[in-house]
């Protein structure tokens, strides 16, 4: 089991994540990437590692609602990048970030253009979704302009300080 939760709070999860050759069930799948080219259905994500090229993907933009990136550790950060990456080349539907992040990254991904985090129960467990909405809210300003927007930057900020 997992817990899916947006800047909102916790969400139902409505796709299925389907392992290898299994068969589709009706409704939402979410496929691997050596899958993709051979599945016809819709609703369709397709998850990827986190050192997969994003821009093997941009032919299937318009059939694919929702990228799950993997992050199999709060340590390694590609997933950051490849997030990035897809929503430059135009990806503009659901990203979810897929695995056990930790609670201080959380503002980082929604900048780097995340929509949604899925993390393991183990991580749930000693993260609640209390401590990411709490983190999420310390996070007054960002490093940088980013996808979300709402936050000014450090650069803004400083700025407005001094004028």
């Known amino acids: 089991m997992s817990l899916l939760f947006d800047r909102d709070g916790e969400l139902a999860n409505p796709w299925n994540r389907i392992e290898g050759d299994a068969p589709l069930p009706d409704g939402a799948v979410i496929v691997d990437l050596e899958r993709l080219g051979s599945v016809d259905h819709a609703p369709l994500g397709v998850h ?3 050192n997969t090229d994003p821009a093997l993907l941009v ?3 318009g059939r694919i609602a929702l990228i799950s990136v993997g992050f199999p550790g709060f340590s390694d950060g590609r997933g950051f990048s490849i997030g990035r990456q897809l929503r430059a080349l135009g ?3 659901r990203l979810r ?3 056990p992040v930790i609670v201080d990254q959380f503002a980082y991904l929604l900048e780097c253009g995340f929509d949604e985090v899925e993390i393991p ?3 749930a467990e000693r ?3 209390e401590l990411w909405r709490a983190a999420l809210a310390r996070a007054e300003h960002a490093y ?3 996808r979300q927007g709402a936050r000014s930057s450090i650069l803004d900020a400083r700025r407005a ?3």
Request: charged content about 15%.
């Open 144 to 146: 940088q302009r980013g």
């Open 91 to 93: 990806f503009a539907g």
């Open 121 to 123: 129960d183990a991580v």
């Open 48 to 50: 990827i590692p986190n």
């Open 59 to 61: 032919g299937d933009f």
């Open 97 to 99: 970030a897929s695995g």
């Open 161 to 163: 300080r001094n004028a």
């Open 127 to 129: 993260q609640p979704l």
